[in-house]
């Protein structure tokens, strides 16, 4: 979604499984995180580090007001000096999740990921270059493309964040540090025209995988709707994706099970090769669908329309029981 700052912030709707019940403190048993801005390039390399003096310097210079700042092995992590013990649970849990994004999605390394833990829903939108009170009940967003520059950011949400189970924490992490690495290969946000069922389900997914989720646990309001209606036409618009739609959670399982049945049906390379391959086309002058077209030609040897005819079949064998 597009907000007044040009700010592309991309929410995540979450399953009701991972939505609080009772209030839990972050609890960083053994914090790996080391604070204070005390890491510079490694070793000798003449390459600029992503968390770097540099980017510590950028990532306060947006903060408003006294920060603390954490530094965990990818992630650096920025709040208010108060929260040390929130902040340090922070950064091990964003150490994990560019862990597993890096893993899942086969990337070198795992990306640099920087977190911000604003207090208010205020601090928030000033963070992530929109209106105030849009992003209120998010639990976190990604601004991944951004006018004023920086590395694309996490925020978490300052209060629904914290309120989310562990799993849900997990979950939330990985799949917004998926679209913040992501971003930063694309040297951004996606290009104009990647649909966003891809780039969520990509992330979705890899919350699924890194949390150990099963979709019989995730996806029951989507089995519901199958057995009542039976599979969607098409694979979900953009628009279904938007915090407003009434669907949207339908829609991120409907995206997360079409990159599951990817990786299925063509090994777990397919996914970012698929994504990768999307963006490739977008950037060469083609639209979103004639790129999925092309990506899904080159990457799983078959066309959207036998695809979706296929993840209909899939979504049923994977939330129906026989
Ligand atoms: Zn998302």
Redesign the pocket.
């Known amino acids: 979604m597009l907000t007044a700052g040009g700010t592309l912030a991309?929410?995540?709707l979450l399953p009701p499984l991972l939505l609080p019940s009772p209030p839990s403190a972050p609890t960083a048993s053994a914090p790996t995180a080391a604070p204070g801005p005390s890491a510079g390039p490694p070793g000798d390399t003449p390459a600029p580090d992503p968390l770097g003096p540099a980017a510590l310097q950028d990532a306060l210079d947006r903060w408003d007001g006294p920060a603390r700042t954490v530094r965990g092995t990818h992630a650096l992590v920025v709040g208010p000096p108060g929260r040390r013990a929130a902040l340090e649970a922070y950064a091990v849990l964003a150490d994990a999740a560019a862990e597993d994004v890096a893993r899942l999605l086969a990337l070198p390394a795992p990306p640099p990921l920087i977190v911000y833990a604003p207090t208010d829903n205020a601090a928030l939108a000033r963070l992530a270059g929109g209106e105030p009170g849009a992003h209120a009940h998010a639990a976190a967003v990604t601004v991944t493309r951004d006018p004023t520059g920086g590395t694309p950011r996490v925020l978490l949400g300052p209060t629904a964040f914290d309120a989310l189970t562990d799993d849900g924490r997990r979950f939330v992490l990985t799949?917004e540090a998926v679209?913040a690495a992501l971003a930063l290969r694309d040297g951004g946000g996606p290009p104009a025209g990647m649909p966003r069922w891809l780039d969520?389900g990509v992330?979705d997914w890899v919350a699924v995988v890194a949390t150990g989720l099963t979709e019989r646990e995730l996806a029951a309001p989507l089995a519901e709707r199958l057995a009542r209606q039976g599979p969607p036409e098409r694979l979900p618009a953009d628009a279904a994706f938007d915090s407003a739609s009434a669907d949207a959670d339908l829609a991120y399982a409907e995206a997360r099970l079409a990159c599951a049945m990817v990786v299925r049906d063509h090994g777990p390379a397919a996914l970012p090769a698929l994504r990768t391959a999307t963006a490739e086309a977008l950037r060469a002058g083609q639209d979103g669908a004639a790129a999925l077209d092309t990506a899904m030609r080159a990457v799983l040897d078959t066309d959207p329309a036998t695809f979706t005819e296929r993840w209909q079949h899939y979504l049923t064998s994977e939330l129906l029981p026989r």
């Open positions: 991309l929410l995540l799949h679209h969520e992330a």
